[in-house]
């Protein structure tokens, strides 16, 4: 069955993938708020299901009369930072919510950020305290979700790093985008080891799992706001940089010095790095992992990058140009795991 369905962010990397995914069900009926229509790919924009809305979170009362009449409606929009950055994230988002007709909307999906939370999926004070002007506005509003009136529809998503984008034709993420740059200090990294670990999504695991969502309404009687992590299994920051050694072809050091937070400290302070509080706070934090987590598969969709292999892969990193590999090297990424198992 077919549903109308508001989006904002849809410019965006993770707003391409979800409008992609769910315009190709002809039933549903997209409505997709974008601030500048020439940053949605061309194809999308053109599909006979799928009216884009020039405009903006900032003025989205214009659209009072419509969003009265939507069933799910998909708040991706967010200001990354400056003077804009509570107006968007919280006021402008709240008066999203507060438009919509509780008694016609089935659910809500609004993005948020796991970096805001803490290893057991609640918030985390540092976020509220010294967060950066985006993670601080995401911490807010999470303390007003469980008041809004829309509240029982609200599916809280927190994605972790997200990848997505670049060699693909969508918009590349902040993180795709960096990768490359941290292949090129391999010929470093290869001697390093460091205590973290973290989880990875690409973006269209993420839209598989709002489609999903989407076409499977929460039961009436469970009461939201839903909370609801989005990434793969932990990785470690030594089993990345195993994958990413064997992926290149590069030698793993025969020794590896291990990076502690505070030698990390003594370089800052020696090269005069400047870093802000919340840079700090994660240095020492180490571990940004939560339990529980969801991915693609979590609801048997096939997931299209599962893997750190995968993430250089979709990030157009070439492989080992030899395709030789040392006899006593992990021969694949999963091997490479197995040999660096994650710390419990």
Known sequence: MGKRIFITGGSGC????????LAANPAHELFVLVRDR?????????LANVTVLQGDLKRIHQFADLLKTVQVA??????WGGADTFDVNVVKTQALMELLDPQV???????????ILNRDGQLLKEAGQIGTDYIRTKYDFA???GKLAIAPKITCLYPT????????????SHLTGGIAEVVNYLPLLRWLRADGSFHFIHAYDIAQVVTHLVETPPDPGDRGPRHLVLGNDPLTVDQAIAALCTYRGVQRGWFTIPLSFALANVLIDWFKVQLAPWDRFCMAYRHFTYSPHVSAATYGRSPHC?????????????????GNLPADRPQTVADAAIAAPPEP
Do not use: M, W
Request: glycine residues 10%.
């Open 14 to 21: 993770i707003g391409h993938y979800v409008i992609e995914q």
């Open 38 to 46: 020439a940053k949605l790919r061309a194809d999308l924009a053109d």
């Open 74 to 79: 998909i708040a991706i929009a967010t200001a």
């Open 105 to 115: 909307c089935e659910q809500v999906l609004y993005f948020s950020t796991a970096s």
């Open 143 to 145: 303390q007003r979700l």
């Open 161 to 172: 790093l997200v990848l997505g984008g670049g060699p693909d034709g969508n918009p590349a």
């Open 306 to 322: 599962p893997r750190f292999e995968d993430v250089l892969r979709l990030s157009g990193i070439a492989p080992d140009p030899t």
